[in-house]
C-alpha cells in the first residue's frame, strides 16, 4: 500500500507533547521528570537530522505527537501493565491523522533502567519514521 507522500516531501516539523496518562505520571514524577519521553523523541529526531524541527505548529509540513501510555493488560492478584511510546503523525495543513506508530517500552524498578528503556522506545519510533519516509540508508545507522 502507498505511504503518505508527506513523509518523503516535508522538510519541516513540529514535535507536541501530548503527555503520559495517568499510571505513567506517577512513573515519570518517581523518576523527576514527566517531560522525559518528549525530551527524548525531540533528542532523537534532531539527532537523525532529516527534518528541520520547528517552534510553531504553523510552520510545519507534519504535526507529530508523542505521548506515553500503560495500559493495565492483567488484572488479577497483582496487576500488571504494557508500557509504551505512541507518536501520532498529523498533515499540518489538512490536521488529518497520516500515521500512528507505538514503540513497547520495558518497565523497571531503577530510575536508571526506566530512563534508558524510554530512551530505547524512542529510538525506535525514529527508527520507524526513517521506513516511512524511504530514508532506507539511515535505518539502524547509529546516531551521529
Given at each position: 500500500?502507498?505511504?503518505?507522500?508527506?513523509?518523503?516531501?516535508?522538510?519541516?516539523?513540529?514535535?507536541?507533547?501530548?503527555?503520559?496518562?495517568?499510571?505513567?505520571?506517577?512513573?515519570?514524577?518517581?523518576a523527576?521528570?514527566?517531560?522525559?519521553?518528549?525530551?527524548?523523541?525531540?533528542?532523537?529526531?534532531?539527532?537523525?537530522?532529516?527534518?528541520?524541527?520547528?517552534?510553531?505548529?504553523a510552520?510545519?509540513?507534519?504535526?507529530?505527537?508523542?505521548?506515553?501510555?500503560?495500559?493495565?493488560?492483567?488484572?488479577?492478584?497483582?496487576?500488571?501493565?504494557n508500557?509504551?511510546?505512541?507518536?501520532?503523525?498529523?498533515?499540518?495543513?489538512?490536521?488529518?491523522?497520516?500515521?500512528?506508530?507505538?514503540?513497547?517500552?520495558?518497565?523497571?524498578?531503577?530510575?536508571?533502567?526506566w530512563?534508558?528503556?524510554?530512551g530505547?522506545?524512542?529510538?525506535?519510533l525514529?527508527?520507524?519514521?526513517?521506513?516511512?519516509?524511504?530514508?532506507?540508508?539511515?535505518?539502524?545507522?547509529?546516531?551521529?
Open positions: 500500500a502507498p505511504m503518505p507522500e508527506q513523509f518523503k516531501t516535508a522538510r519541516k516539523v513540529f514535535i507536541g507533547n501530548a503527555g503520559v496518562d495517568g499510571k505513567s505520571l506517577e512513573a515519570f514524577v518517581k523527576g521528570d514527566i517531560s522525559e519521553p518528549y525530551k527524548l523523541f525531540y533528542t532523537e529526531m534532531k539527532r537523525w537530522g532529516r527534518y528541520e524541527l520547528v517552534a510553531n505548529p510552520d510545519a509540513d507534519l504535526v507529530m505527537e508523542i505521548r506515553f501510555g500503560a495500559p493495565m493488560t492483567d488484572c488479577g492478584k497483582v496487576p500488571t501493565y508500557p509504551y511510546m505512541e507518536l501520532a503523525v498529523l498533515d499540518a495543513k489538512t490536521h488529518f491523522q497520516l500515521w500512528t506508530i507505538a514503540a513497547p517500552v520495558d518497565g523497571a524498578w531503577r530510575k536508571s533502567t530512563n534508558r528503556n524510554v530505547k522506545g524512542a529510538a525506535e525514529v527508527e520507524n519514521l526513517k521506513k516511512l519516509s524511504g530514508d532506507a540508508a539511515a535505518v539502524g545507522s547509529p546516531a551521529k
